[in-house]
């Protein structure tokens, strides 16, 4: 028995079965290993796109929560920027004495950001009960001031003799400035 198969048909055979190989080949060789590629780049991709969302979550978060801040505390922000005026300190805080003199400021310290200039006051007052007004007046003032302990009272006649040191603080990028 014989065959009969033309040539057309046999180089056609040929031609698939190169083919063939030559599709095996670069499945194995190009595609396959890229593919795996691929797929560590897409899953390294999406852990990148989750920790993008996430800072920019937080990002956002941390944007609104400033923006209410400054809001909030447009005050003490504001009350940073003021130099302190010793004049103007007296003539606000003058209704709660029956006299307040302020000694002269000296820089004590610079922390970071602030300069820290030290007030020492003395005063008359008619009742303890007008230092605790002074010092809400001055949670409320134009600068940043801390009071220092020990605050010293002392009993005079009908008046109430006090002193005590207090804090003023600055930013560094505003002077002291003695007058209004």
């Known amino acids: ?24 080949v670069f499945s194995f060789v190009v595609l396959i290993p890229e593919g795996k590629d691929y797929r560590i780049q897409r899953t ?5 796109s989750r920790e993008l969302k996430r800072y920019q979550d937080f ?6 929560r400033l923006k209410k801040l400054q809001g909030d505390k447009r005050h003490i922000i504001t009350a940073f920027d003021t130099a302190f005026n010793p004049r103007r ?7 709660y004495f029956h006299s307040l003199s302020l000694s002269k400021q000296k820089i004590i310290g610079k ?18 009960k007008s230092f605790y007004d002074f010092l809400d007046a001055i949670n409320k003032s134009d600068w940043i001031i801390s009071v220092n302990f020990p605050i010293n009272f002392k009993r005079e006649a ?11 603080y ?8 003695s007058s209004e």
């Open 44 to 48: 390294d991709l999406r852990k990148e």
């Open 170 to 177: 600055t930013i560094k990028n505003s002077e002291l400035n």
């Open 89 to 95: 300190f007296e003539k606000q805080n003058k209704e």
């Open 59 to 64: 990002h956002d978060e941390t944007l609104e």
């Open 111 to 128: 922390e970071d950001e602030f300069t820290i200039y030290e007030v020492n006051t003395t005063s008359q007052m008619n009742s303890p």
């Open 158 to 168: 009908d008046m109430i003799k006090s002193s005590f040191t207090m804090k003023v």
């Open 1 to 24: 028995m014989k065959i009969n198969i033309s040539r057309q048909y046999l180089y056609l055979l040929a031609l698939s079965l190169l083919l063939l190989i030559f599709v095996l």
